[in-house]
């Protein structure tokens, strides 16, 4: 079973256009997180959701939504994609609140490229 | 506010042979956590090795250990034996608690030269 799901796994779209990335853990952990990784490969954080409730929003634009139906879930939604946008998006999780260490257990990235 | 330096954007190393990868990092907070992460080009995130702040024993799994200096704010990680498989990108990392996010330095792309 895989611990951190996310899809698609790769996204080519027009700009303008609006995408979605959905992203499941099944290890019981609070906390969920979206990263982005540029094409330097640098990562920098997007949000974090803890038991469903938005924790970090680091200077994200508003065209960026995310979305945590449950613990479990945290999906992300972009609207009117730039060709900025273009990057691989990472999911992660951690158990936070009750004997957290901050290790993050990543998704396998979703790529992104908006022509 | 807390910050990750990794100083060497590429590194090489001959196979077999032992490297080390450089990490600095600030932060006011006397408990924390200390990571490095390895990106093959499949582009998944593996953990490679974990430092608790308070622990002074520096950690060890297997060929891969650190090196924690934590009056100088320093956390190296050493490959022993390199092997192919370690080419990849490594990004050391910092966790603190109640800031409940990670903080990653730039990575340094390391290559093994057969």
């Known amino acids: 079973d895989t611990a951190v799901s996310q899809t698609p796994k790769y996204l080519v779209t027009q700009m303008g256009n609006d995408k979605s990335i959905k992203c499941e853990q099944n290890?019981?952990?609070?906390?969920m997180y979206w990263y982005k990784q540029d094409s330097k490969k640098f990562l920098k954080i997007m949000f974090s959701y803890n038991n469903k409730e938005l924790i970090i929003n680091e200077t994200v634009p508003n065209r960026f939504s995310p979305k945590s139906p449950d613990k479990a879930h945290l999906n992300l939604h972009i609207n009117s994609l730039e060709l900025g946008d273009s990057a691989v998006y990472f999911c992660?999780?951690?158990?936070?609140?009750?004997?957290?260490?901050?290790?993050?257990?990543f998704g396998e990235g979703s790529r992104l490229t908006v022509l | 506010a807390q910050t990750v330096t990794q100083s060497q954007p590429e590194m090489s190393v001959q196979e077999a042979e032992t490297v080390t990868l450089s990490c600095t990092y600030d932060t006011s907070e006397s408990d924390y956590y200390l990571f490095w992460y390895k990106q093959p080009p499949s582009r998944q995130m593996i953990l490679v090795i974990r430092?608790?702040?308070?622990?002074?024993q520096n950690a060890t799994e297997n060929r891969f250990s650190v090196n924690f200096q934590k009056a100088a704010k320093s956390f190296s990680l050493k490959i022993s034996d390199s092997q192919l498989g370690d080419a990849a990108m490594y990004f050391c990392?910092?966790?603190?608690?109640?800031?409940?996010?990670?903080?990653f330095g730039t990575g340094t792309r390391l290559t093994i030269i057969p």
């Open positions: 990392a910092l966790w603190r608690q109640g800031n409940e996010k990670l903080t």
């Open positions: 430092q608790e702040a308070y622990k002074q």
């Open positions: 290890l019981g952990h609070d906390t």
């Open positions: 992660a999780s951690s158990q936070v609140r009750t004997g957290g260490t901050g290790e993050l257990f």
